[in-house]
């Protein structure tokens, strides 16, 4: 067995190693590997840069900067995309049966495709485990919110070994609520209040803003259902005249609304927003903002899976006051 010369980079700068050689070529280093010069401790390194948003000419500036030796923006690229397979497992890792409430929402990306750019969506899908702990679901690029999009997720969630979504949270994604309905027909459908709020302001005029709000509010911090319904009433009473379309549109989405109501406070709390999940949005968002637009799918599907890992390392626990909120499940499912 020969012995020959290798040089390779590590987070200490570059060192010179002797690499054994045998004429079968059977011999495979463990911390080295064939045709690598990087060990791992910098490839980890390297990849929890790209995860929070550095570019691939910014990380070699890092690495010549802090570790004094060069890498080239090719070999940071082939170490990225190594997350790849990782992807692929974990989109395809089996599911629990059943998750108590999910949470749906989505980021909207710029993406080249046939030499134009476009938007593209990732959406996201957080559920809530028996055990109290949160998990993401999955991540799909699409491009419409469409209901045979929708459905596309729906299904690959149940052949994971999904049964059943207990309630579902959304910002009232366009052909959802109707495609859950088919896929879990016994899932509860809870549209996000403060999406709902925003989206009748939008239809108001600056000078009557606080006072249509104020009285909006009276809907939405009703005691009872039926206290609820009797604040609608006189909310359009006063209103309708004037903003019909931010009637009409409290009034098309009642039933979804209004869902929580069905639950104990404590629950309610839970299900009353997706300002859950659009907290991890906006960690992602920090985390890719420095990416005008992307070359490809792929590309989008890594960063966001990165900047995904690194938001949710410290999902470890239960969440607050979950034994009682467990026990309000069994006590209202």
């Not at 559920?127 to 045979?148: H, I, P």
């Not at 009797?230 to 609304?257: C, G, P, V």
Request: include cysteine; charged fraction near 25%; aromatic fraction near 10%.
């Amino acid at each position: 067995m020969v012995t020959l010369q290798k040089k390779v980079k590590t987070s200490l700068g570059s060192s010179e190693i002797k690499v054994p050689r045998d004429r079968k070529a059977s011999f495979n280093p463990m911390l080295v590997h064939k045709r690598s010069n990087v060990i791992d401790g910098i490839e980890n390194v390297i990849i929890s840069l790209y995860a929070k948003g550095m570019s691939n000419s910014d990380i070699e500036e890092q690495i010549r900067e802090f570790c004094d030796f060069d890498i080239s923006t090719s070999s940071i690229s082939r170490i990225t995309d190594r997350v790849t397979n990782d992807i692929v497992a974990w989109q395809n890792r089996p599911l629990e049966p059943v998750y108590l409430i999910t949470w749906t929402d989505g980021i909207v990306f710029k993406v080249r495709e046939n030499s134009k750019v476009i938007n593209k969506t990732m959406y996201i899908a957080v559920g809530l485990r028996r055990d109290g702990k949160k998990e993401v679901l999955g991540l799909w690029l699409g491009k419409n919110e469409f209901a045979a999009f929708w459905m596309n997720v729906l299904t690959d969630m149940k052949a994971r070994g999904v049964e059943d979504l207990l309630i579902t949270a959304t910002d009232n994604l366009n052909g959802f609520t109707q495609t859950i309905k088919n896929v879990f027909p016994e899932s509860t459908t809870q549209i996000c209040v403060v999406h709902q709020i925003r989206n009748t302001c939008r239809y108001v005029v600056c000078r009557d803003k606080k006072e249509f709000s104020k009285d909006m509010k009276n809907i939405y911090d009703a005691p009872t259902r039926e206290a609820a319904e009797a604040a609608l009433n006189d909310f359009a009473q006063k209103w309708e005249s004037k903003y019909t379309y931010a009637i009409k549109s409290w009034r098309d989405n009642w039933l979804e609304i209004i869902a929580f109501y069905e639950f104990p406070v404590e629950i309610r709390k839970i299900i009353y927003t997706t300002n859950l999940i659009e907290n991890i949005n906006g960690k992602i968002r920090k985390y890719t903002k420095n990416k005008l637009s992307f070359p490809i799918d792929q590309a989008v599907m890594k960063s966001t899976f990165l900047a995904l890992r690194e938001s949710t390392k410290k999902w470890t626990m239960p969440i607050r006051n979950w034994g009682i909120i467990l026990n309000q499940f069994f006590q209202t499912l």
